[in-house]
């Protein structure tokens, strides 16, 4: 996902006196420095071994990944701030050249591809960016972000020495460098961009290039350098990272990464809060704790600039997914959800270590830590300087037990795998195993497609539907036929997902299974990634590969009849490949067909003529654009099909009430496209997980995360709801198009509002005694301080119930608490005295509030769930 990245040009160290001083760019690059300086007209970027220098001050930066396609602009304002307010000062994202020069020199900048317009509003937001060019970038994005046309220049392979390649890359990089220059967007330029990045992860592939490899990544680097953005280049997972680029970490855990010179600042340029999906998968998570843990321990451990992959991952609309099979969701399990809102307790928990974290940024980066064991797998790391500032890490690396330790003469409860801050070497104010803030409770919230017609059931089958049926098969005029298979992607070259393959052949009425009335098999075998399978117009059946094994063999029973006989196989790409060497030449479609049953033996078809047609026939026609959705083709039915394969369906729809993010329920239709007034909202496929695999009901979050510790829904639909984003909608007469390929009940599709419906909490006695959200660094006194709890409901909206409260040994996660034996009887009058009908309360753990002497000898706890509306 990320490239190298190295400052725009090399410059000579410069020292800087009380008058401005010019700098001479120069050819070659640097030999190691102790500090890369970039001088500007406004602002000024440096490093040295412990961090970036900004305007001559050390900046410990917190980053967070919000990708400006993955969103639409009405959203990115709320996004941003979202962010801002979770304790981020610089917002990163990659540049998406195949979202960008559709065709050699045609460039496309507009809606979602607004690249100018989010580095603005990340500017007025008062914030910092990482802009990680690549132009390769990864990120489970189709092709890995370089355009499809770019395989097909001649003498091209993608990253590696090869002259068209750097010349179309060289190209498209200095485009968008000019354009950020015009704009005047890098920092340089008193812009917001403070890093820029070149390549990506490609550390990770470059010993399959062999010294072809090498040159390029020597190459990218100069060829960055070149640029004169006038701030440090950064380059991801990249071994071999000449000066002064800096070389950084991508992965769930950093702390231990080391750059490659010590004269650099140590960078994490990804810190995975959660993964992707791909259809047919279950759902991953990664716990808040072990993000705070993973955070904490890289800072801890001489950190200086740490950035979230994701901190919202959004949507893939369209056809923009890749993988094969990532999922038109790429929520990540983020801070910040798919739709927009904050993930709680992950973007809560995060945000109170941010600030912690703050509190203690001038000791970190001013002083060189000192290392002490407290025991077999417990350490501290001390940063003191004289004068008096002190800031402790208390580590825990012990994944199963709970421990105390001794440091300054004082005991301190370590949970297993945690780390405790003290910002003044005295005061636990933060524990990355202790969850304090609230956890929400997010519904999907069913919706009529048309609320202006009602029923006891709350359907739409009062809606006017009009279809039109595809062709199964060549519809039209064939394209070409050629003995034996095409490649899929080389035929289509990504302008659809879809290719047919059709043949005929001649059945002797005397065959034993026409006899018998029995059935032929018919045998497949694909590259990948999906294929229909149509006998006399007929569908089969849907076979696929999935994310991890995108080829696949399969057999089926087939009915044929005496005479001439169809066979139509709808090939499929479901997003392409993403990374890994020489991923390009990677294909799809199928490579061997043959019918076993006759008498004469099994029929191979492989090598025999076939007839290709790319696309379908709606895709031709337009018909899901704003221009084709008044076609003739359209024929209006009072009751839509159900169970068609390859219809198209079209209704007209209202805005759903209210201001919530709106998703289509789509778990009664099959697979296939959906659009809403012409805007792709991308593939749906509510294919299940199965029922034998791994899942939990509740996450350890002790010891290394990996994506398989901590998955839900096995037996579920890998992805159900699809978002659908407000500012698509007009008031009334939006036009919702769906193509369906296996075939589904149209009527049962919903619009779904994401709600937030409550709030839970809950607390011990050994928490840390300080309120964070109001903490400053001079009033860390803990005898002045106690445990609070904080709900909150959402903006217009009040808590309207308690659901529980206890105060003593409650048990149980958020909707399922459990009242213990140990119970002040006074808990739910307190709470709702506090809390109800408010927006947002505190609920401080004190004499004052609750029976502190009840069960003296049980850590007593504060549990809470509370209704909004």
């Not at 490239?3 to 640097?30: E, K």
């Not at 105390?404 to 801050?421: E, G, K, M």
């Not at 209210?658 to 012409?678: F, Q, T």
Request: glycine share 8%; aromatic share 12%.
């Amino acid at each position: 996902m990320k490239t190298m990245s190295h400052f725009s040009s090399s410059f000579l160290f410069v020292f800087l006196v009380s008058t401005a001083i010019c700098i001479t760019a120069m050819s070659s690059l640097l030999a190691a420095v102790d500090a890369a300086n970039i001088t500007i007209n406004g602002n000024i970027v440096t490093y040295d071994r412990r961090s970036l220098i900004i305007n001559g001050q050390r900046k410990l930066l917190i980053s967070a990944s919000i990708h400006y396609p993955r969103s639409v602009p009405a959203m990115w304002p709320g996004l941003v701030q979202l962010a801002k307010e979770g304790g981020v000062d610089v917002i990163e994202t990659y540049v998406f050249w195949n979202g960008h020069e559709l065709s050699p020199d045609n460039y496309y900048f507009g809606g979602r591809y607004d690249l100018v317009k989010f580095c603005k509003i990340v500017q007025q937001a008062g914030m910092h960016m990482i802009l990680r060019i690549g132009p390769f970038v990864a990120a489970e994005w189709n092709y890995g972000g370089l355009p499809v046309w770019l395989h097909y220049v001649p003498g091209t392979t993608f990253r590696t020495d090869s002259e068209p390649f750097k010349h179309y890359m060289q190209k498209f990089m200095t485009y968008i460098v000019n354009l950020m220059k015009q704009e005047r967007l890098f920092a340089s330029q008193g812009g917001p961009i403070i890093l820029a990045q070149a390549k990506n992860e490609y550390g990770n592939y470059e010993t399959a290039y062999g010294e072809g490899g090498k040159r390029y990544a020597l190459w990218a680097a100069r060829m960055a350098l070149s640029q004169d953005t006038g701030v440090p280049w950064i380059m991801c997972q990249q071994y071999d990272a000449p000066d002064p680029v800096i070389d950084t970490c991508n992965s769930f855990y950093c702390d231990q990464f080391k750059p490659i010179s010590p004269n650099k600042p140590k960078i994490w340029t990804e810190n995975w809060p959660g993964w992707f999906k791909t259809f047919g998968a279950r759902d991953p998570h990664r716990p808040p704790e072990d993000v705070a843990y993973s955070v904490a321990r890289f800072f801890q451990k001489g950190g200086s600039v740490m950035n979230y992959y994701m901190y919202h991952g959004g949507t893939n609309f369209g056809r923009t997914a890749g993988g094969p099979f990532i999922t038109t969701s790429y929520d990540y399990d983020a801070p910040i959800d798919e739709y927009g809102l904050a993930r709680f307790p992950k973007w809560g928990h995060l945000k109170e270590l941010h600030k912690v974290i703050k509190l203690c940024e001038h000791a970190l980066l001013n002083n060189d830590p000192t290392l002490l064991s407290l025991g077999p797998l417990q350490e501290a790391d001390v940063y003191e300087d004289a004068s008096g500032a002190c800031v402790a890490f208390l580590s825990n690396m012990d994944d199963k037990d709970d421990k105390v330790v001794q440091f300054r003469n004082i005991s301190y409860q370590l949970p297993a795998w945690s780390v405790s801050i003290l910002p003044d070497c005295k005061n636990v104010v933060f524990n990355t195993a202790k969850v304090g803030c609230q956890t929400s409770i997010v519904n999907m919230e069913p919706l009529d497609l048309h609320p202006t017609v009602r029923s006891p059931k709350r359907d739409i089958k009062a809606l006017q539907w009009e279809v039109f049926k595809e062709t199964a098969g060549v519809w039209g005029v064939a394209d070409f036929t050629k003995n034996g298979f095409v490649d899929h992607i080389n035929t289509t070259k990504d302008t659809t997902d879809y290719l047919w393959y059709t043949i005929s052949i001649f059945v002797n009425e005397e065959e034993e299974f026409l006899q018998n009335k029995s059935s032929a098999m018919l045998f497949v075998e694909s590259k990948g990634h999906a294929m229909h399978v149509f006998i006399n117009h007929v569908l089969q059946g849907l076979v696929s590969g999935n994310g991890t094994v995108p080829h696949f063999k399969f057999g089926t029973p087939i009915v044929l009849k005496a005479g001439k006989n169809d066979i139509a196989l709808l090939s499929m790409t479901v997003g392409l490949q993403t990374a890994g060497s020489f991923y390009e030449w990677i294909g799809a479609g199928p490579t061997s067909v043959k019918v076993e049953g006759f008498k004469s033996g099994t029929v191979d078809l492989s090598a025999s003529t076939w007839t290709y047609k790319v696309g379908l026939h709606g895709e031709y026609l337009r018909i899901h654009e704003s221009g084709g959705l008044n076609n003739k083709i359209w024929a209006l039915t009072s009751e839509p099909p159900k169970q068609q394969p390859l219809t198209w369906y079209k209704a007209v729809v209202d805005a759903p009430p209210g201001d919530e993010p709106v998703a289509l329920d789509m778990i009664h239709m099959g697979k296939g496209l959906a659009w809403l007034n012409g805007q792709e909202i991308g593939r749906y496929w509510p294919r299940k997980s199965s029922k034998l695999e791994k899942c939990i009901t509740q996450c350890d979050y002790r010891g290394k995360f990996n994506p398989d510790k901590c998955d839900t829904g096995c037996g579920e639909p890998t992805q159900r709801w699809y978002h659908v984003p407000r500012s698509w909608f007009k008031p009334s007469g939006n036009i919702l198009v769906i193509f369906e390929e296996t075939g589904g009940d149209p009527s049962q599709i919903r619009f779904s509002r994401r709600k937030v419906s409550g709030a839970c909490g809950h607390l011990s006695e050994d928490h840390p005694s300080f309120d964070v959200e109001y903490l400053q660094g001079s009033e860390i006194k803990n005898d002045e301080n106690r445990a609070t709890l904080r709900l909150k409901c959402p903006t217009n909206t009040h808590m309207s119930a308690v659901k529980f409260a206890s105060f003593g040994n409650p048990t149980g996660t958020c909707g399922s608490y459990v009242q213990g034996d140990c119970h002040d009887p006074n808990s739910a009058a307190l709470v709702e005295k506090v809390c109800l009908n408010q927006n947002e309360c505190a609920l401080e753990m004190s004499s004052g509030n609750f029976n502190m002497q009840l069960c003296p000898s049980t850590v007593k706890k504060l549990a809470v769930e509370v209704n909004c509306s």
